[in-house]
């Protein structure tokens, strides 16, 4: 009996190893499709938005995600809410550590930006540009729940900027 419990054990661990797997050569090779990058890029530029005041545009150009936790991006434009611009970039590439993302922890190994322009205004009240763009956050819940969630932290190892 014990015998029949281990074998089903061996079998199930490796038929869930294998669905794992196929899980991650699907999610990869739709990332390498036109489709499955321009789906990707989508979701980003929304959960951006979201996270930005009203009106606040974000724009991804040429978005990879490649294996090991590394993201490129081709260029990056921000735009506040009357349109005018207030950041871009030439091109980003960033390396993070997967693991610590199952503890609400984005721990960004490497970060290069290159060709950063930042455009800031002065407004007459004083009020800088910049000040604008980040949404007023009320309380640290999710959307749709009323239960409170940690919120994520963020670690930064090394930051390179290049031809700013």
């Known amino acids: 009996m014990r015998r029949r419990l281990r074998l089903l054990l061996r079998v199930t ?3 869930v190893v294998l669905a794992m797997a196929g899980a991650a050569l699907a ?7 036109a489709r499955g990058r321009a789906w990707t890029t989508a979701r980003v ?8 005041a009203p009106g606040v545009s974000v724009r991804l150009h040429g978005l990879s995600l490649l294996p ?20 871009s970039l030439g091109a980003v590439t960033l390396a993070l550590n997967l693991r610590p ?3 609400r922890e984005l721990h960004l ?21 910049v000040a604008a763009l980040a949404a007023a956050s009320d309380s640290a819940t999710s959307v749709g729940s009323s239960a409170p969630t940690a919120p994520w932290r ?11």
């Not at 506040?80 to 950041?87: E, H």
Request: hydrophobic share 50%; proline share 0%.
């Open 45 to 52: 530029e929304a959960a951006l938005a979201a996270s930005l």
């Open 101 to 103: 993302l199952l503890d």
């Open 109 to 129: 190994t490497e970060v290069t930006l290159d060709g950063l322009a930042l455009e800031l205004v002065q407004g007459r009240d004083g009020a800088w540009n």
């Open 68 to 87: 090991l936790g590394q993201v490129a991006l081709d260029s990056l434009v921000l735009r506040d809410s009357s349109g005018m611009r207030v950041a």
């Open 13 to 15: 661990s490796a038929l």
């Open 27 to 33: 999610v990869t090779l739709a990332l390498k499709s």
């Open 154 to 164: 963020v670690r930064l190892d090394t930051l390179t900027l290049r031809g700013g």
